[in-house]
């Protein structure tokens, strides 16, 4: 039996999927990149703009034309908000908040339909096999639309998350990893949707992930991203457990008993609990990437107190300060939202100033849209779209003009990259650096994925470089790779 899933969103989303993969196939099933050939359909959502979901709703149309056809089974989990989980019900299978995950396969059996592993059955059963092969008008199994537990609730519950975290992911990469740290949020910004799909904030034991890291380590990862809602409020709904700060430290203790490279990165932390001892323990361990990504979201005080942000610019500034202090090679990057509403231009302008302040390497720039849920929902949306589009456009000069800037001092240099992928022009591989500063590498030899390599950078863009091999082995003390220039 086959399956197909469907990854929207951010990278909680992409590290989430690797668990359902594991959950799915130990259920007997195997990935398919042809939906149409798929018997299962999934789809893991996000709420946190409109696009993502419009392109569910896209989906789950088009499936239930194949089921008109043949006999598929759907499902939706992931960020989903309360009003969007009412519609759903009506449109998959099978509904279910991450969490529940491993309460999945229990699902298919009780309401009919045993999977392929499962080897006994009742009358009242009926094995996966026969249901797909049952002509699809008046099947003998018709699928329950099941709810989750807590849907009724303000908050979804994340009592069930540790079970979830506990369940082996099926890593989509052998050299670039996501570990979760946290899930939830409890800062209840004015603009977001994650505490209402997500819940508040939960700490995963410091023990599971400090030696998931060290065992994605030693066999030969080289990217592993922390990742969390708010990565440095770590351990803060715990009474015995280490803070963020400590993590980082017992993870760069581990990276430096081992020869191999490593970069730990980690996203994303929140301004109002970056402490000074955070970027302290980024700065005093090799293995911990020095790139470092800082929410900003406006450069406007007026605006971030109506987005509940908790913090102003001179607390953002003095995370900076710590950052260009103690890591001074570090890149910066931010996230931000224009067209926030009732942002004045001279609001806006603020956020403009910021960027030559700031001199982020990278932003992500999203223009705002209303969440159903969140506090803002209930306000106008009165910025035009044009008026978001022009913002968009000119702050991402802006970007542009700041990074190729930094980029131009990088001529000449030499630096390691990984390498993560063959570029559509023919002869460059692409990759990163420390921090993650997009490059371009000429070179026509695949087998240097997943490496290290040292180029010198011959050419630079706006938001990436280019250079050349300046050796012809790959940086990995595990195994030498010739690299074919």
Not at 130 to 146: M, T
Not at 407 to 424: A, D, F, S, Y
């Given at each position: 039996m086959?399956?197909?899933?469907i ?12 668990r ?8 007997g ?32 149309y ?6 008109a ?17 009412e519609?759903?019900l009506?449109l ?12 999945f ?11 392929p592993?499962s ?14 092969n ?28 540790f ?25 209840f ?60 430290e ?5 990276g430096e ?37 800082l ?5 406007s ?9 908790k ?43 910021s ?5 982020f ?6 223009m ?16 035009p ?38 570029e ?9 650096n420390e ?14 994925i997943?490496?290290?390599v040292?180029?010198?950078?011959t ?27």
């Amino acid at each position: 039996m086959l399956y197909h899933l469907i990854v929207l969103g951010c990278q909680m989303n992409i590290s989430d999927s690797e668990r359902v993969r594991s959950v799915i196939e130990q259920m007997g099933f195997t990935h398919t990149d042809k939906e149409e050939d798929a018997h299962l359909l999934g789809v893991l959502s996000c709420s946190v703009r409109q696009k993502p979901i419009d392109k569910v709703y896209s989906r789950i149309y088009k499936w239930n034309r194949i089921k008109a056809k043949r006999n598929v089974l759907t499902f939706v989990s992931g960020c989903v908000l309360p009003d969007d989980r009412e519609k759903f019900l009506k449109l998959f299978d099978f509904v279910f908040p991450m969490s529940e995950l491993n309460d999945f396969p229990k699902m298919m059996k009780e309401y009919g339909v045993a999977s392929p592993l499962s080897l006994q059955t009742t009358d009242a059963e009926i094995k996966i096999e026969d249901y797909f092969n049952q002509k699809p008008v008046q099947s003998a199994f018709k699928p329950v639309k099941i709810a989750a537990k807590n849907s009724k609730t303000t908050l979804p519950s994340n009592k069930d998350i540790f079970q979830l975290w506990k369940t082996q992911p099926n890593y989509q990469s052998d050299f670039e990893a996501f570990v979760p740290i946290q899930n939830g949020c409890d800062k209840f910004c004015s603009y977001c949707a994650v505490p209402y799909t997500r819940g508040r904030e939960v700490s995963r034991p410091s023990a599971e992930i400090v030696e998931e890291v060290v065992q994605l380590m030693k066999t030969g990862f080289k990217s592993i991203t922390l990742l969390g809602q708010n990565v440095n409020s770590y351990g803060l709904d715990c009474e015995n457990e280490i803070l963020f700060a400590q993590l980082l430290e017992a993870i760069g203790k581990e990276g430096e008993k081992l020869n191999d490279p490593s970069w730990v990165y980690c996203t994303s932390p929140h301004p109002r609990d970056m402490r000074r001892d955070v970027v302290e323990s980024i700065a005093k361990y090799k293995t911990l990437g020095k790139q470092i990504h800082l929410p900003l979201q406006s450069g406007s005080d007026q605006v971030l107190v109506k987005m509940n942000r908790k913090h102003n610019l001179d607390r953002y500034r003095e995370s900076i300060q710590y950052i260009k202090e103690l890591v001074p090679q570090a890149t910066l990057f931010t996230d931000i939202i224009v067209g926030f509403t009732g942002e004045t231009e001279e609001q806006f302008q603020s956020t403009m100033n910021s960027f030559d302040e700031f001199k982020f390497n990278m932003a992500y720039i999203a223009m705002y849209s209303p969440r159903p849920g969140a506090q803002s929902f209930r306000w106008e949306d009165d910025i035009p779209k044009e008026t978001k589009k022009d913002r968009l456009k000119r702050l991402s000069e802006k970007l542009e003009n700041i990074s190729l800037h930094y980029n131009q001092e990088l001529m000449g240099k030499e630096m390691t990259i990984l390498v993560r992928t063959t570029e559509r022009k023919t002869g460059y591989l692409s990759g990163h650096n420390e921090g993650k500063i997009v490059t371009r590498i000429i070179s026509k030899d695949p087998s240097l994925i997943g490496q290290f390599v040292k180029i010198k950078v011959t050419e630079v863009s706006g938001f990436s470089i280019s250079g050349e091999l300046v050796e012809n082995t790959a940086v990995n003390s595990r195994k030498t790779i010739e690299a074919k220039v």
